[in-house]
């Protein structure tokens, strides 16, 4: 997923629009979101990778916004952050 941090509300609208059509896009992008975030949190000395992670969390939560992802994934993406956290 490339692209500038700025365009993150333009993509996750488009990928709402998308979701209208197509569920198993929506679905698929959920899941690489959240794989993006959770292999950024196993490595948390890269440098590219924590840039990447709050791109990644930034477009889950304009997907939430967008309503394309309901609460329950939001607070499972936050029980994520803080789990990897105490760490």
């Known amino acids: 997923m490339k692209g500038r941090f700025v365009q993150v509300q333009l ?4 990928a709402a629009a998308l979701g209208r059509y197509r569920d198993s896009f ?11 975030i959770r292999a950024g949190l196993e490595q948390p000395s890269a440098w ?12 889950f939560a304009e997907l939430y916004a967008w309503q394309v992802v309901k609460s329950t994934h939001l607070f499972y993406l936050l029980y994520l952050l803080i789990q990897f956290g105490a760490r």
């Not at 993509?11 to 488009?14: G, H, R, T, V």
């Open 11 to 14: 993509l996750a609208s488009l």
């Open 48 to 59: 590219d990778a924590y840039q990447q992670r709050v791109a990644a969390a930034r477009l």
């Open 26 to 36: 929506t679905v698929s992008l959920v899941d690489l979101l959240l794989e993006a």
